[in-house]
């Protein structure tokens, strides 16, 4: 295949497809449209690049990223301390704040277990969370693990660990999606939902 660009462009295209959702032709366009808007965008963008690279860690204390230790979560005052979720990854931590949907505090555990792919409790940060919640007088933790056959076993694991220490457990509810149609709905979330149902 001929090259269409210098070999800085090509670097450039190369290294945008390996982010989340971009293919050689979204990173293809990407890199011309920064180019087009190099004052706008472009140096910009190094430069923000560049300063996250240097700044940005992970949060000691509950696995947030962020230029802060311990992160803006943690350190809110207004946040209530006896509760705590757990979640897999920050993107899932970003997402619930996005929706304003836990005032508690969070504990990220960085994926989850899996006998197939070799990661066991100890390549995880449960043991951190279970230290934390021994530590400091939590009364609940809500696991906000996904609903995979590898977040469910994430989620019972701690669960066991908790229960150690008198600690409850609660899990996020699965089903039925706000403005969801039922024909719409997979066998697996009906089945949840139906499972999961409350009385009114």
């Excluded at 910009?44 to 300063?51: F, G, I, Q, R």
């Excluded at 929706?99 to 197939?116: E, I, R």
Aim: proline share 4%; charged share 25%.
């Amino acid at each position: 295949m001929k090259r269409q660009a210098g070999p800085e462009l090509e670097r450039l295209i190369q290294l945008l497809a390996r982010l989340p959702g971009l293919g050689p032709r979204s990173a293809r366009r990407a890199v011309l449209h920064l180019i087009k808007n190099r004052e706008k965008l472009f140096d910009p963008l190094t430069l923000a690049l560049e300063e996250a690279r240097h700044k940005v860690s992970a949060c000691s204390v509950c696995g947030n990223v962020d230029t802060v230790d311990p992160c803006s979560v943690c350190a809110d005052p207004r946040r209530d301390r006896s509760m705590i979720c757990v979640v897999e990854d920050v993107g899932d931590l970003w997402a619930l704040e996005r929706a304003n949907a836990w005032t508690g505090l969070y504990h990220v555990l960085g994926g989850t277990l899996s006998a197939l792919g070799g990661v066991t409790p100890d390549d995880l940060n449960i043991g951190s969370l279970i230290a934390r919640v021994s530590e400091s007088g939590v009364k609940e933790v809500v696991l906000a693990t996904n609903a995979t056959v590898e977040g469910q076993t994430t989620a019972h694991y701690i669960t066991e660990r908790l229960k150690e220490r008198g600690v409850s457990a609660s899990r996020l509810a699965h089903g039925v999606p706000v403005g969801g149609e039922l024909d719409y709905l997979d066998e697996g979330t009906l089945t949840q939902a139906i499972r999961a149902r409350k009385p009114l």
